[in-house]
């Protein structure tokens, strides 16, 4: 995952005006700005959330839409309940083995540009029951996660920060060139296997194109 | 309430060809059972439900339980006189034997028209492989329903008469049934970064066998 905070250009402007003279001319009236930049504060500030929740982390979920959080404030208050109208999944809670297909299946109805929370130890690992014959270790084993909400489950404010933190990945993405976001890229696939009910287990367990065990960092 | 001592032996008058155990909880909770016959279970269960004096019409809870083959032990202590006259000798004899194991079904019952309760009855099947058989108490108390697929889908109990036993936690393709002693889990250990006890055991092959490639996690590059 690359880190949208550390990117030198956070919010590249066009040709080789700097910040501070861009500043200089907004405060005269003029403002300068880049398609790339409009585009991405525009998509940066309507994310639409889908419309769902797995577990108790989607009690959370819906406090961050009441009046006292208010996810409004970010622009993400549009809960969409058609996966064809959403711009990001909430994987709220925990997902068990049997629900593991369909989770995936509404990833892939998405459209792109299409991002994913991972909210919650049970979405990131299993958390509590990550031994339970029939809890899937982490949603990442079979879709690609954008953001990574730990907590059990993580309070409104958590799930806040992580939609800021989406919102500056969001903003730091580039429409074209080397770096180009994934979304602008053809040969990225947009929709992953649905794994199928086996006998014993989900057939396959994990989607080895998106995740494979971390190698454990050699002790000093 | 009767107590159920009272109750078994009122059955044992309605249906003197029945079996009916009563089993003893050492616990301090002390909440004793009543082994029914498979045979005669509906026969009961309606009988339980419909006598005056209890009207046992709701089933809170019904449970399953799986009790393995059991080796025991017994050992039989026996004293020899010494022939020569000393003190007696102490001798133990130990013995072996096997005890079958099978699956029983737990059904918690009360009354709401009286107000009283519970009366917990059990039934067990003949053994945990082919004979899993035991008669549905659902046409008898419909909040079975689902926590006899429970129990259906978690210990395996076919039970005759169910209207529509089907597996209610895991998917219909699913072979296994996970809540029983012997079940295998699927050995998916391949990351576990906080590994301890019977977790480590499992982990540590794939962690030996750690040649695995560069960490490649999800999201946008």
């Given at each position: 995952m690359s880190d949208p905070v550390a990117s030198?250009?956070?919010f590249p402007a066009a040709g080789n005006i700097s910040d501070a003279e861009r500043e200089d001319l907004r405060r005269h009236g003029i403002l300068m700005t880049s398609l790339e930049e409009l585009h991405n504060w525009g998509r940066s500030n309507s994310i639409w959330p889908l419309q769902f929740g797995l577990a108790c982390c989607a009690i959370e979920m819906i406090a961050a839409a009441t009046a006292r959080f208010d996810i409004a404030r970010f622009g993400?208050?549009?809960?969409?309940?058609?996966p064809r109208q959403a711009d990001l999944m909430i994987v709220s809670g925990t997902v068990t083995k049997k629900m593991a297909p369909q989770v995936i299946r509404l990833w892939n109805q998405m459209p792109e540009p299409k991002y994913c929370i991972a909210m919650g130890a049970c979405a990131i690992s299993g958390g509590p029951f990550k031994q339970g014959y029939n809890v899937l270790k982490g949603i990442d084993r079979f879709i690609p996660v954008d953001i990574y909400i730990p907590g059990c489950p993580p309070r409104p404010e958590a799930l806040l920060n992580g939609l800021i933190q989406l919102q500056k990945q969001i903003k730091a993405e580039q429409l074209t060139g080397p770096n180009a976001a994934r979304f602008t890229r053809p040969e990225e696939p947009s929709e992953f296997p649905i794994p199928a009910y086996g006998?014993?287990?989900?057939?396959?367990?994990?989607n080895d194109a998106v995740w494979a065990p971390p190698t454990p960092e050699a002790k000093a | 309430m009767e107590t159920l001592e009272q109750i078994r032996a009122r059955l044992l008058l309605a249906y003197p060809a029945a079996q009916i155990t009563f089993v003893t909880n050492p616990g301090p909770a002390a909440e004793h059972s009543l082994l029914i016959e498979a045979a005669h279970a509906v026969e009961i269960a309606r009988w339980l439900r419909d006598d005056p004096a209890l009207r046992l019409d709701y089933c809170s809870n019904a449970t399953g339980v799986d009790w393995p083959d059991k080796t025991i032990t017994d050992v039989t202590t026996t004293t020899e006189p010494d022939p020569a006259g000393g003190p007696a000798k102490t001798v133990e004899i130990k013995t072996t034997r096997l005890q079958p194991g099978y699956l029983e079904a737990i059904y918690h019952l009360y009354s709401i028209a009286l107000k009283q309760g519970p009366v917990v009855i059990r039934l067990r099947t003949a053994n945990r492989t082919d004979a899993v058989t035991l008669p549905s108490l659902t046409p008898t108390w419909r909040s079975c329903d689902f926590q006899e697929r429970e129990i259906f889908d978690l210990y395996g109990i076919i039970f005759t008469g169910h209207p529509d036993l089907r597996r209610l936690l895991m998917w219909d393709e699913f072979k296994d049934h996970p809540m029983r002693k012997d079940y295998v889990e699927p050995d998916d250990y391949e990351w576990e970064p906080t590994a301890h006890g019977a977790v480590l055991e499992r982990a540590k092959p794939h962690q030996s066998a750690a040649a695995a490639p560069a960490p490649k996690m999800g999201g946008t590059p």
């Open positions: 030198p250009t956070p993400a208050e549009i809960f969409r309940p058609s006998a014993h287990d989900l057939v396959p367990t994990k | -």
